[in-house]
Each structure stands twice: as C-alpha cells, then as structure tokens.
C-alpha cells in the first residue's frame, strides 16, 4: 500500500549507522526528510548523500531532521562513507537505515517491481512534526535528485501551515506568494492590510508575510 499525502508515516525501529532508533523518538517534534537511494557504492547515490550532508546547516535552519535508507547493511554503510567523505570533501553527518531485510522499504513502497524488484528507488517523503507525509517524490534510479527542491517544498510547507496563502511556480523564499482562493476580500484586508495585486479575482498576489 503506497504511502499518500496526509497520512501517518509509518512508525519503525531500524539499526542505522549511528545505532538502533525508533524513528519517531529520534524524529521528536522536529521535521523529517526520509529517503531511500538504490545501492551503496554507486556514483549518483555517492554525490546525493555528499551533497546532502553539506545542506546540514539549511535543514537545522528548518527544524528538520535528515535520515538515509537502502537496502544495504549498515556495515556496507560504513564502509562506503569513507568514500563518500574522500570524493565528495564531505563527511556523513545523518543517519543511514540499514534495511536488508526489506521491512522499512516495504512498508513504505520504496521499492518498485517493474523498475527494479531488488532495489529501491529514489523515494523522498517530508513529515512534519505530527509525523503526517506532506511530500512525496519518487525518481528513477539513473537519475539524482535536486535537495535544494526538497528544501523549497520545506519552505514552502511551513510559510503556508502558518499563513494563508500558496506558493507560485518556481517561489522560492523571499518571493511574492498568492492569497488563498478560500480567503474572501474582506479577510484577506485583515491578514494583508497593506493591499495585494489582484491580477484576477482569484489571483491576488502579495509579498511574502513575515
Ligand atoms: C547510482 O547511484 O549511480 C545508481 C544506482 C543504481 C542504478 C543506477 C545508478
């Protein structure tokens, strides 16, 4: 059963390359991006995981915690981070799932049968705080993922949780963003007392609330 928007992710215990946890004591009241990438000592999966770590300080920025997964033991992940560290100038600094036993990856449709039964693909799910999934992205295993996408959806999450408004195409923080169609004009003249650009009635842009 795919995991969908809205749901409870999945709790679970996993061994990990900084030891046993169970990911919702782990988590806390924090953010999470969970991914999977296919196979240890591959080059694609080697520049994701690099890249990844040195985003460290923008996910801590975001309350968000980050957490690997493959279907690789954690010794191979320990081996293989010495050669991420070497190629990438960057050492690991999260927590990689060891999950040979497929029960983390099952559960969460991380692999996919008619693309490859044996390994999982790229999948990326974002929960928030209350442990619900608000992203899902799933890439092919040839091609690497943009982590600098994850943390415009992040930041396009927590910016719409607290306001009322959306984010338009290719937003990214500091951008004007779009009133809310629910919202009428008398609420948003509340919300939004310095006025906003109403392009249509309902396409009412406005500057990025603080
Ligand atoms: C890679 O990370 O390079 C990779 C992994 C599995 C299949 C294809 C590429």
Not at 4 to 18: C, S, V
Not at 54 to 73: N, Q
Request: aromatic share 10%.
């Amino acid at each position: 059963m795919s995991i969908r928007l809205g749901d409870t992710a999945p709790n679970f215990i996993a061994d990990t390359t900084e030891g046993t946890i169970d990911f919702y004591d782990w988590k806390g009241d924090s953010w999470a991006v969970l991914f999977s990438h296919p196979k240890d000592f591959t080059p694609v999966c080697t520049t994701e995981l690099g890249y990844t770590a040195k985003l460290r300080d923008e996910f801590a920025e975001r309350s968000t915690k980050v957490i690997g997964l493959s279907v690789d033991s954690v010794q191979d992940h320990l081996s293989w981070a010495a050669d991420i560290e070497e190629t990438q100038g960057q050492p690991l600094n999260f927590p990689l799932i060891g999950d040979p036993e497929r029960a983390i990856a099952d559960e969460y449709d991380m692999i996919h049968p008619e693309a490859n039964d044996t390994l999982t693909v790229r999948s990326v799910f974002v929960i928030d705080p209350s442990n619900k999934v608000r992203l899902t992205i799933t890439y092919p295993a040839s091609t690497g993922r943009n982590f600098d996408e994850i943390l415009r959806v992040i930041d396009s999450l927590q910016l719409t949780d607290q306001h009322k408004v959306a984010t338009p195409v290719n937003w990214r923080r500091g951008d004007d963003v779009i009133i809310v169609p629910a919202l009428s004009n008398e609420e948003a003249s509340e919300r939004f007392p310095e006025g906003w650009d109403e392009q249509k009635p309902y396409l009412r842009v406005v500057s990025q609330p603080a």
